[in-house]
Nanobody
Framework: QVQLVESGGGLAQPGGSLRLSCAAS????????MSWARQAPGKGLEWVSG????????YYADSVKGRFTISRDNAKNTLYLQMNSLKPEDTALYVC??????????????WGQGTQVTVSS
């Protein structure tokens, strides 16, 4: 079955950096677009970033553009999110999600349990 396991979250200071990872199994990772989404306390799930199955194109929410970088290693079945210049408003539970087909970066059918990111001084 599809499994997505996130790691790398934690506490960071404003302006700091974190790198999230998502280990995928149970499906052909290289055949599906992948995304990161986040849920802040008391809010709904917010799409953050997406990447095509072959990594040829990436997309970002305006709130993270220029600060976050999504990438993937299809040989390792792993998705990454490099987060720089972190802000307190980036505090949320971050989940990785499997998209529909090679290009489905905005719709997903499976997601992981998430990793908590807290940005605070």
């Amino acid at each position: 079955q599809v499994q997505l396991v996130e790691s790398g979250g934690g506490l960071a200071q404003p302006g700091g950096s974190l790198r999230l990872s998502c280990a995928a199994s149970g499906f052909t990772f290289s055949s599906y677009a992948m995304s990161w989404a986040r849920q802040a306390p008391g809010k709904g799930l917010e799409w953050v970033s997406g990447i095509y199955s072959d990594g040829s194109d990436t997309y970002y929410a305006d709130s993270v553009k220029g600060r976050f970088t999504i990438s993937r290693d299809n040989a390792k079945n792993t998705l990454y999110l490099q987060m720089n210049s972190l802000k307190p408003e980036d505090t949320a539970l971050y989940v990785c999600a499997k998209g529909y087909g090679d290009y489905g970066v905005r719709d997903y059918d499976y997601w992981g349990q998430g990793t908590q990111v807290t940005v605070s001084s």
